[in-house]
């Protein structure tokens, strides 16, 4: 019998879930595939916006004055391809791109997308869904959201703000304010400035790594999930840390407050005092050492 490549991603699976089993998605096994490339002028100080279901996006920054997008939208059948639509919108200042689900059809469906963009550009929204999202070397990136994929940023100048579900956020170089929240997954941030930071997350671990002493606050907060926070020696803050069913750990010399939960609760300064950090989870450790 003659394997399809659809068939034996679905035999590969079926072998692996004793051992956990694996996630098959819809561009995996799609029957028709069309790609698609346009290319667009874009100022260096303008904008780009990418909307999209159902597929990863990736964006990358270069030097040059344009916007090169690369994408392979998927669909069940025919008509469900010809149905799905890739809208843009662009003039000299912003580029827009967006997959259009037909309303009143249903089925497999999606787009992937692959971006390059001026790294002096703000990549001003992203969102998809069943799919990851990675950028890279880019100004901003003040809106990045997905559903059931993991988040990925590196080297992104300006302020994040970074929602998931069901999958982890991973953040190297920070060089501005982050705030991140996801569902079941972890959540690591290294910021190479200081920067206010705000991490949420639910039964999936989170992990700070700070470059530079902190001067503004800093909050997360997780459950059923431990908290790591890595910090420079000379670092001085007020901290406020919480947890049930488990322990704080500090290398830190902590000024603090007892009230009689020494192992689960720490309240006070380190150092001469300064910002804010609040670290709270339940079930889960917390941990506070020097350096990264």
């Given at each position: 019998?003659?394997?399809?490549?659809?068939?034996?991603?679905?035999?590969?699976?079926?072998?692996?879930?004793?051992?956990?089993?694996?996630?098959?998605?819809?561009?995996?096994?799609?029957?028709?595939?069309?790609?698609?490339?346009?290319?667009?002028?874009?100022?260096?100080?303008?904008?780009?916006?990418?909307?999209?279901?159902?597929?990863?996006?990736?964006?990358?920054?270069?030097?040059?004055?344009?916007?090169?997008?690369?994408?392979?939208?998927?669909?069940?059948?025919?008509?469900?391809?010809?149905?799905?639509?890739?809208?843009?919108?662009?003039?000299?200042?912003?580029?827009?791109?967006?997959?259009?689900?037909?309303?009143?059809?249903?089925?497999?469906?999606?787009?992937?997308?692959?971006?390059?963009?001026?790294?002096?550009?703000?990549?001003?929204?992203?969102v998809t869904s069943n799919g990851s999202v990675?950028?890279?070397?880019?100004?901003?990136?003040?809106?990045?959201?997905?559903?059931?994929?993991?988040?990925?940023?590196?080297?992104?100048?300006?302020?994040?703000?970074?929602?998931?579900?069901?999958?982890?956020?991973?953040?190297?170089?920070?060089?501005?304010?982050?705030?991140?929240?996801?569902?079941?997954?972890?959540?690591?941030?290294?910021?190479?400035?200081?920067?206010?930071?705000?991490?949420?997350?639910?039964?999936?671990?989170?992990?700070?790594?700070?470059?530079?002493?902190?001067?503004?606050?800093?909050?997360?907060?997780?459950?059923?999930?431990?908290?790591?926070?890595?910090?420079?020696?000379?670092?001085?803050?007020?901290?406020?840390?919480?947890?049930?069913?488990?322990?704080?750990?500090?290398?830190?010399?902590?000024?603090?407050?007892?009230?009689?939960?020494?192992?689960?609760?720490?309240?006070?300064?380190?150092?001469?005092?300064?910002?804010?950090?609040?670290?709270?989870?339940?079930?889960?450790?917390?941990?506070?050492?020097?350096?990264?």
């Open positions: 019998m003659k394997t399809t490549p659809q068939i034996s991603v679905l035999l590969l699976c079926a072998a692996l879930l004793p051992l956990g089993g694996c996630v098959i998605s819809d561009f995996d096994v799609a029957r028709e595939r069309a790609e698609f490339h346009y290319s667009f002028d874009l100022s260096p100080k303008g904008r780009v916006s990418l909307d999209s279901f159902n597929g990863a996006i990736e964006v990358e920054g270069w030097d040059q004055n344009r916007v090169e997008i690369s994408g392979t939208k998927y669909a069940a059948t025919k008509e469900l391809l010809e149905r799905l639509r890739i809208e843009t919108h662009n003039d000299a200042d912003r580029v827009e791109v967006r997959a259009i689900r037909p309303s009143e059809l249903r089925g497999n469906m999606g787009a992937r997308l692959t971006v390059k963009m001026p790294k002096t550009a703000e990549l001003d929204r992203v990675t950028v890279t070397d880019v100004a901003a990136a003040p809106r990045v959201k997905t559903s059931n994929g993991g988040i990925d940023m590196n080297s992104v100048h300006g302020p994040l703000v970074l929602r998931s579900s069901n999958g982890h956020i991973n953040v190297e170089h920070a060089e501005a304010a982050v705030e991140a929240e996801t569902s079941n997954s972890s959540i690591k941030i290294h910021s190479a400035a200081s920067a206010p930071i705000r991490a949420s997350s639910s039964n999936g671990s989170i992990t700070l790594d700070l470059g530079q002493a902190p001067k503004h606050d800093i909050r997360a907060h997780t459950s059923n999930s431990s908290i790591t926070l890595h910090m420079p020696e000379s670092s001085a803050a007020r901290i406020k840390a919480d947890t049930s069913n488990n322990s704080i750990q500090s290398d830190f010399d902590v000024a603090a407050t007892s009230d009689g939960r020494k192992k689960s609760h720490l309240s006070g300064t380190i150092g001469t005092g300064g910002p804010t950090i609040e670290l709270s989870t339940s079930n889960g450790g917390i941990r506070l050492t020097k350096g990264i």
